[in-house]
């Protein structure tokens, strides 16, 4: 709904009030770029979104997506950002997909609608997606501790690596420090021993008390859910969540990016210029960092989002062919509150 009120209030695009996906600052510095949007209706203020985006008629929707083109034209020139791709979804239908700019500053492939993009932290949500299909499947619980299913993790405080759970490691309470692991990974340390040398890092908090961003955290527990599975963590992600979905071209493999002929490189800003510096192998942390996709699969993630969201507010049940096939209500709503703040964090797979 807010994209619509923009693209009717901004003169049919002037400003550039897009909502992206896929633009990630790094903690060394820089941004990386090149963006995949999936925008859908249900975006809006404080209100239930479902119950926002039913106010928004279809009429209203393809009437403010004559704007659309120019928005984005608008905001490649603003932000500098070389490339990005747009898919638009109203309830759970695709009503807009298209690719602006090019996927290398200056080169002149274009980008369109199945260029692969590196979705950075967005790959977070596909995790919960997917830990979520493994809950409903009753692979594992989010109240199971880690140890459950990996026994040799360990935290550097002995009762921590006792107690912590699923969820504690999704809701980033854990007690490690923000981005724990992430220079051992810049360093070139592959997944397993960044996870082993969690032990020794000192927590920046007691247990359970404060909200710190780890995304090697966020992979202990998702790997642990996988190696419950007798899968690996890429495997698990494709038979749970992309196979079903009709997401062909999107994986939690580098590799697979790699292979793309038709991909948009990541860029870095140098004095006001995004450039391609560097190539991002997040193997080790694919779960929080990992997933590539195009915005022509992704699609079918914003879909289920829209249809699930619909379905736990009440507005409808899930369509057939995703009934009991990714996740069930009960699986993908989680909530917990960090003490510290008192604010409270929602984990609803997808969102």
Partial sequence: MELVERLESSGRGSG??????????????????????????????????????????????????????TLADQTLLKTGVPGMAIAVVYRDEVIYLKGFGVREAGKDAKVDADTVFQLASVS???????????VSDGVVAWDDRIIDHDPDFQLYDAWATQAVTLRDMFAHRSGLPAFAGDL?????????????????????????SQYAYTNFGLTEAAVAAARAAGRSWEDVSAEKLY????????????????????RALTHVSVDGRYVPRYVRDADAQSPAGGVS???ATWRGGCAFTWATARSRA????????????????????????????????TDWAGT
């Fill in 184 to 208: 051992l990974e810049d360093l070139g340390y592959d997944r397993a021993e960044v996870l082993r040398r969690l032990r020794y890092q000192r927590p920046a908090s007691s247990f359970r």
């Fill in 314 to 345: 009440g507005g409808s049940s899930l369509p057939r062919r995703w009934q009991r096939r990714i996740v069930r209500r009960s699986s993908a709503a989680v909530r917990v509150t960090p003490r510290r703040t008192g604010q409270a964090f």
């Fill in 293 to 295: 996709s195009t915005v």
């Fill in 16 to 69: 550039g009030g897009a909502l992206v996906c896929g633009l990630e600052r790094e903690a060394k510095g820089g941004w990386s770029c090149g963006g995949m949007l999936a925008i859908a209706s249900q975006f809006g203020s404080t209100q239930p979104r479902w119950a926002l985006a039913a106010d928004v008629s279809s009429e209203r929707v393809r009437a403010a997506l004559a704007g659309l083109d």
């Fill in 124 to 134: 977070k949500s596909v995790a919960s997606t997917v830990v979520a299909a493994l």
């Fill in 243 to 262: 196979r079903p979905l009709g997401m062909a071209s999107t994986s939690s493999r580098f590799a697979d990016y790699q292979r793309a002929e038709n």
